[in-house]
C-alpha cells in the first residue's frame, strides 16, 4: 500500500493514523503520493529531501521528491561510529548529524554538491546536538568532556573546497608542504626473469606504480592523483614482467573497516587489480590481498578471507596480457586465512601457511595435504630450488627454534638444525618487508648445492649462516658488530645479497656473500643508505637510496657499479640545498651511563633552540638521512624544517631500537612504569644543553607513537627542561597522567581516531584528565577523523599535521621568530 502525506508548513501530517515526520517549513499544503519516507524521517527546509537513519544506526537513507512524487530510498551514507540527530543546513544542500563513536564523538556534515563528508571542529570529546546559525556558515553545538561543565560551542562549516597548503610561515627557508611533497619510492619488486622491476611510489597527492626495464627507463603504469588516502601495496611481477599485480586499500581494523581518511561516503574496500606494464587500465580483480603469478605466468591468484581467488590469463604471441578470466576461487579453507603463498618452481604446487602450519595444494588434483606439526608451530615455509623439498622454521613451546625439511612428494619431515639454548633460543627475524609496501620475502634461503641459510643471534647480533640440508655445524656468514636486516637469493641461487649497517653502524649498505662463507663484498656504499635489494638478471641489482638530502629513490646497477635512475624526479620547490647533513654522535644515559647512539642536526643559523626528538617502535634505529620508512622519512624531513628555523635536533636513537645488538634491544626495564629507555633521553637533554648554541629556555620534545610516550613522559616529568612539547598518537595513559602535578609546559596533542597500532582511547583519557584536572595547563589538540597511526594517508592531512606541530613548537620556543 502507497503511504499518503499532507505536507504542512513546518511539519509532515500522517494520514492514515502514521506518526508524525519531523520536518521544517515547505511552503503551501500539498499531497505526495509514492514511496514516502518513514515515520521519524527529517525533511529538508525546501522540502525535496527526507533523510532517517538507518536501524543499525552505521548509515543514512535518503528520498528525494520531484514534483509530487517520492524516490525509492537510497543509502546517503555508511560512516564509522553510528548516526544520530539529523538536521539540514538551512539551503537543504548540507546534513548535519551526531556520530558518536564509543568515548567520543563528532558533528559530521555531508554535503550534497561535492558527496563529501566532513566534520566540525573535530576533539578528544563528546559532541552532540548540532545546530545550524540562520546563515548556515556554523554550527553551534555540545561539546562533553567528564568531569567538567559541558561547553556550547558554535563553529564553523567544513569546507569542501579544494584545499590549498598552508602558507608560508613567518622566517620560512622552505614550507613544511615543500619538504614533504618529496617523493618516496618503495621498495623494487622484481619479475621472475630478473630483467626488470616495478616499485610504488607516493609523490604528494599521487600514487603511482613505476615499471623499470633493465637497461631502459622507468614509466608510470598506475597512477591515482585524487590524494583519497588509498595505499598501494604488495606489488607482484608476471615472470616476464608484462603484467604486474597489486592491492589498493589498507588492511582492516579490529571492526572490519578498510581505512577511509577521506571520508567517502561509500567506504572502501581492499582491492587486488592487474594491469598491463606496457600500459592501459588497471583491471579490478576483487577484494583480496597477497596476489601471486604461476610460474608459467597462466595464472593469477591471491587471497581474500579463507578463499584464495584465482583468475586465468591469457597473452598473445607479443606477450601483451589479452584477457583476465573470470574470478573464482581455487580452494577454500575451513578456518583462518591462506598466508605466504609460494608456487613449486613447476607451478604445480602452491605452498602456504595456515594456523600456525604448512599446507600444500596440488594444482592439478585439487587436493590439499598438510605438514603434520602436532604440538609445534611452523613458519616461512619456502621450496628448494628444484621443488623436491620444503624447509621451514618450527617452534615448539620451551624448546629453541629448528629448521626442519619436508620431502615434497611424500612430506616426510626430519630436522636440518636447532638453535641452542641461551642466546638466539627465540627467533629473530629478517625484517622482509623494510618498506611496508611490499610482500614480505623468505625468512630461509636455498642455495643451488643443498645449502640453507638463515639468520641468527647466538653472537649478540642477528648475522647470517648456513648450514648443509643434510645437516651439520652452522658457517658465520656476516661477521661483525652490526646486524643483517634484509637479505635476498640471487637468481642462480650462488650468493645472498643483504642489506646491514656492519661497518658503518648509523647507515645500511648492500653486500654480498656466498652460501659457503668468505669475505663479504660491498655492492653499495657511501654517504647515502642503500635498503631493499632485488637480485635482477646477470648480476644486476636493483635497491633504494637516500641520502641526506635526496629522499628515497630507487636505482639499478651492474657489477661495474654503473647505475640508472628511476623515476620520479624530485619537484623544482624541493628544498634540495637548504637541508643540513646530520651527524652520528654518542652520549651517556642519565642514570647507568651506557652509551647512547644519535643524529644530530646543527643548524646554518643556530637560534639557540634545540629538540629531542624521540623515534617511535621502540623497535626502530633512525638513519643519517632519508629513512626506508616513510613514516620516519616524514619525521626526518620535519627534523630539517626546524633546523631551518636554527634549531639543533638531537634524535635519539634510545634502549629498546635494532641494531645496536640483542643487548640493547632487550635492555630491562624498557616501558611501563620503569621506562628506563627515559633516562637515554635525560642523557639527550644533557647533551644539547651542553651544546654553545643552545639556550637552555628554549629546549622542547616531540615524537610519534613510542616517541609520543616518551615526549608526554618526559614533559610530564621534566618541565624544568622540555619547555614545550609535541606528542603524536603517542600511548601516554597512565604514566603522563601520573605525572600531572609536575605537567606545566605546552603541550599539543594529535591523534587520527582510526589508529591501529594506539588505542585512540588512551590519549582520550589523557585529555580528559588533563581538562579535570589541570585545567591551568596550556595545552592544545588536533584530532583527524579516520585516520592511521601516522596521519599520512592522504597528503592534506600530513601538511595539516605537521604545520600545525611545527608552528605550535616553533611559536613557544621562538616567540618573536628566530633572528637572521
Known sequence: MKRIYMLIAGAAAP????????????GTAAYATEAAPPPGAVLSPDGKQAAWVSNDAKSILRET??????SDPKQLLTIRGTVGKLVFSPDSKQLAFENPRGDHGFIAVYDSNTNKIGYVDPSFGTDSAPAWTPGGKQISFVRSYPGIPDQQLTKPVPSFGRWTPPPARANDVFTVGDILQAPISYGPQPSGDGHSIAYITREAYDRAIYFMPVGGNSGKIVDYPDDDGQELSQLALSRTGAAVAYVRGSSPNSAGEILNPASTPIPPHRQVFVVSSRGGKPRLLGDGLAPAFTPDDSMLVWVNGTSIMSATLTWNPSGDLTRVGRSQPLLTVPSGSPSNLRFSPDGAKLLYSRSGGTEVFDMNTHTTTAIDHTGASDANPVWSPDGTQIAFRRTISGQPWSIWVADAATLTLRQVWQASPGLGSSYYALDENPTFESQPGDQLMWSDDGTLAFVWEVDGWRHLY??????????????????????????????????????????????????????????TGGHPSQWAPAPLADGKLAYAEGSYNVPPTVYISDAAGKRARGGPGLPKSY??????????????????????????????????????????GPSRQMLLGYHYYDTYTVLYEENEY??????IVLSVDYRGGIMYGNAWRTAPGRGGTSASEYQDIQGGAAFLLAQPQVDPAKVGIYGLSYGGYLTSLGVSRNSDIFKVAWDMAGNSGDAAIANLASWTAPTLIEQGDDDRNVNFSSNVAVVDAIKAQKPELKFATKVMPNEQHEMYMRFRDLVDVYDVGGQWVLQHLLPSGPAR
Open 15 to 26: 494520514l492514515l493514523g502514521l506518526a508524525l515526520v519531523p520536518g521544517v517549513t515547505v
Open 65 to 70: 521528491r520531484k514534483g509530487a512524487h517520492w
Open 466 to 523: 648456513s648450514v648443509p640440508v643434510a645437516g651439520g655445524t652452522p658457517t658465520l656468514l656476516t661477521p661483525g658488530d652490526g646486524e643483517v636486516e634484509t637479505a635476498q637469493v640471487t637468481l642462480d641461487h650462488k650468493s645472498i645479497i643483504y642489506a646491514t649497517n656492519i661497518g658503518d653502524i648509523a647507515r645500511r649498505h648492500l653486500f654480498s656473500v656466498g652460501f659457503h662463507g668468505g669475505t663479504p663484498q660491498a655492492d
Open 575 to 616: 628544498p634540495l640545498h637548504q637541508l643540513v647533513e646530520p651527524k652520528a654522535v654518542t652520549f651517556p644515559s642519565s642514570v647507568d651511563h651506557q652509551t647512547v647512539h644519535g643524529q644530530l642536526f646543527v643548524p646554518t643559523h643556530p637560534t639557540g633552540c634545540a629538540l629531542i626528538f624521540p623515534h617511535g
Open 642 to 647: 626546524f633546523a631551518s628555523h636554527g634549531c
